[in-house]
Structure formats: structure tokens, C-alpha cells
């Protein structure tokens, strides 16, 4: 069974920064697609930010410059690394796993909340 575990979020000020983390479990690929996502409240769940098979990241536009995605190369696990935070970007993230059948995993979420 995939688990997946975030950690990481909490509370920052504007133009502040914090470091999400995504640890996967039970998955017996390597290297797979796994991405962030975030809802706001009363929106969508919209992408952040997504690796592939490999260590290029597809970003939204509108993080593209602030975020950043990374892998480490021995495990699935991903961070996404915000900077610039602004009150817009508060939301929950969710880490998503994408296993070669498309079959989606899901994190619970955390929470982060940026003030002005």
C-alpha cells in the first residue's frame, strides 16, 4: 500500500520561505512521477509544481520563479522549497505520487498559512 507523508508547513510571513518534504512508502518503482499540488479554500486543487521519471520540474506559472521541486536520487521522497511567500500562496498542499498505471496517491495535506 502507497503512504504518502508531508511535512514541512505551518506559518511564515510574507516574502518568507519554508520547505515542504514528501515521504512515499509501499511504492516499488523508483523515480516515478510525483508533484505538489494546493487548494485554497472555496478554489480547485491546482498544480505547484511536478517531477517526472527524472529531476526536471513543470511548475504553474505563478511559482515558477519562487518554487522549486527536487527529488532525492535513492528514495521517492520530494521537496518543494517556497520562497517569496505571499498571502495567495496560502493553501493545503497535497503530495502526489503517480504510479505507471496513473493511478494517483495522495497525501493528508499540511497547511500553510502566510501572513501580510
Known amino acids: 500500500q502507497v503512504q504518502l507523508v508531508e511535512s514541512g508547513g505551518g506559518l511564515a510571513m510574507s516574502g518568507g520561505s519554508l520547505t515542504l518534504s514528501c515521504a512515499a512508502s509501499?511504492?516499488?518503482?523508483?523515480?516515478?512521477?510525483m508533484g505538489w499540488y494546493r487548494q485554497a479554500p472555496g478554489k480547485q486543487r491546482e498544480l505547484v509544481a511536478r517531477?517526472?521519471?527524472?529531476?526536471?520540474?513543470i511548475y504553474a506559472d505563478a511559482m515558477k520563479t519562487r518554487f522549486t521541486i527536487s527529488r532525492e536520487s535513492d528514495r521517492n521522497t520530494v521537496y518543494l522549497q517556497m520562497r517569496d511567500l505571499k498571502p495567495e500562496d496560502t493553501a493545503v498542499y497535497y503530495c502526489?505520487?503517480?504510479?505507471?498505471?496513473?493511478?494517483?496517491?495522495w497525501g493528508q495535506g499540511t497547511q500553510v498559512t502566510v501572513s501580510s
Open positions: 502526489a505520487l503517480i504510479l505507471p498505471n496513473n493511478q494517483t496517491y
Open positions: 509501499g511504492s516499488p518503482f523508483r523515480f516515478i512521477p
Open positions: 517531477l517526472g521519471r527524472g529531476y526536471s520540474g
